[in-house]
């Protein structure tokens, strides 16, 4: 169901409530985003109006991706590990060795930040 991204495009119908398909692909995409190995407690926000440069936890994200939308063209989740259309496949049964590595040293940074900020 999630190989076509085209739901990405459809968030609300004629009367502006979310549609039903669009929520489903939001709860795969946090999943996804959230079982890769460097996603701890949060990831970065690709919604249209944090455009990845802020982080969220699973629920901010779901509401932030339902309210405004994703970032544009945003088909691949590169930011979040993906680095094909086929990784997504892997995530829910296989292993995946594939690691996308700005998304690692987004990570390392966010995690250095954190530490150094004594959160």
Known sequence: MMDDRSWIDRRVDDSGFVIDEFKEGVQFFVRFAFSRPR???EIKCPCSKCKCRK????????????KHGFMNNYYTWYVH??????????FEGESSNMEFVRNEVDALYHEMVVDAMGA
């Open 39 to 41: 996603a701890k407690l």
């Open 81 to 90: 590990g993906e680095t094909s259309s086929n990784t997504v496949r892997n």
């Open 55 to 66: 982080w969220g936890n699973p629920e901010v994200v779901s509401v932030h991706l339902c």
